[in-house]
């Protein structure tokens, strides 16, 4: 493997993308090695594997034994490219290298060049490994062979795993099919076309993408892409507009879903006006009135007590100023506790202030200290 070392890294460094967390690792790197998967040591866990045919320019449609979250939406199939790709969107078309895609090195392959390449996946329950091995370029065949991975894993992490990279990929030709070295997701838009009734077009709107460095993806490299928070993952008003990961998530009621408005899902939420909707949580409706009312009482009170006093002051000699003086708290009775009757664990309280006041009366009960 080292042979066909170009460049060499000596840094690594984690790269927030808001959707992902990206780490590149260098052919020095003792982690690179446990990128990269093994077929041969491993054959006897893998539960489905197919194949793709040696033509330019195919793609096959896999179905996953297990859910793969990405960019926060659940997948179950996904499309494999021969053109060094997975494609993961729902809508097939001409354009499967524009967006949604994880290409781990998406450029013009063509495998019917040499009877050596070969594109294979193999699927173990909780990951989906994609090998394109010994590929060649259509437009540029001495430069090859290509052997490189790509792994699904099922808690959404995604692998990129190179073997053997032959030359700069910054150097590939772009004439005749894009080079992309990352992810990508987008949403489909409906829009009437005012021309002809009951028809809409569809337009796919890229939302999102991340872009790999070229100049660090070379033989023995890998990249490691960890996913972050999304909107999506919050099932309650609650949860979702009191998150803080760095989207404005917002809930709408009509469709009982959080969301930023930009993700697959965004058609939906546009047609039910959540854009517009004002973001209030049925149960934390309560708590604010409560606050509010709470507030305005503690208000009205306070202000009671202050043009109370003031009255009294200003008319010492009134019946309500002589009411509040013959019930001032230097009349009240005062409350003296002491030890008695020989029970150290309970206290007596003798009531004085009041000549009517001659005898003793037993405090309720405590536990001492």
């Known amino acids: 493997c080292r042979h066909y070392v170009l460049f060499i890294h000596l840094f690594l460094q984690d790269v927030d993308h808001v959707y992902y967390m990206s780490k590149v690792y260098s052919p020095t790197d003792a982690l690179r090695a446990e990128l990269w998967v093994n077929f041969s040591e491993r054959q006897e866990t893998w539960r489905n594997h197919g194949s793709l045919p040696n033509l330019h320019r195919q793609a096959k449609r896999v179905r996953l034994s297990f859910e793969f979250p990405f960019y926060g939406h659940l997948l179950k199939e996904v499309t494999v490219a021969t053109g060094g790709f997975i494609y993961t969107g729902e809508v097939m078309h001409q354009l499967l290298t524009a967006t949604q895609y994880i290409a781990p090195l998406m450029a013009n392959f063509d495998p019917s060049l040499s009877q050596n390449s070969s594109v294979f996946y193999f699927d173990n329950g909780t990951a989906l490994v994609v090998q394109w091995s010994d590929i060649h370029l259509q437009d540029n065949s001495s430069l090859g062979p290509f052997t490189f991975q790509a792994t699904l894993h099922k808690e959404g992490r995604i692998v990129f795993a190179y073997k053997q990279i032959p030359v700069d990929i910054?150097?590939?030709?772009?004439?005749?099919?894009p080079v992309r070295v990352g992810l990508s997701d987008?949403?489909?838009v409906l829009h009437q076309i005012e021309q002809i009734p009951n028809v809409r077009r569809k337009t796919i709107y890229e939302y999102h993408k991340v872009d790999i460095l070229k100049s660090?993806?070379?033989s023995c490299t890998g990249v490691e892409f960890f996913p972050l928070p999304t909107c999506l993952q919050f099932s309650s008003c609650g949860l979702c507009?009191?998150?803080q990961i760095?989207?404005?998530?917002s809930w709408c009621s009509r469709l009982q879903r959080c969301s930023s408005g930009f993700d697959r899902n965004r058609q939906d939420?546009?047609?039910?006006?959540?854009?517009?909707?004002v973001c209030t949580c049925p149960d934390e409706v309560?708590?604010?009135v409560?606050?509010?009312v709470g507030v305005a009482v503690g208000t009205v009170v306070i202000t009671a007590a202050v043009l109370l006093s003031l009255y009294v002051y200003i008319h010492p000699t009134s019946g309500l100023s002589l009411f509040f003086i013959e019930r001032r708290p230097t009349r009240w009775p005062m409350l003296q506790f002491r030890r008695g009757s020989g029970r150290p664990s309970y206290a007596e309280v003798e009531l004085t202030g009041h000549s009517y006041h001659t005898g003793k009366v037993d405090a309720v009960s405590c536990p001492s200290a």
């Open 170 to 177: 910054s150097l590939i030709s772009t004439d005749h099919h």
């Open 186 to 188: 987008a949403f489909v």
């Open 216 to 218: 660090s993806i070379s």
């Open 241 to 243: 507009v009191s998150s």
């Open 246 to 249: 760095g989207f404005n998530c």
């Open 269 to 277: 939420w546009v047609d039910h006006g959540c854009l517009d909707e």
């Open 286 to 288: 309560p708590d604010q």
């Open 290 to 292: 409560g606050l509010v």
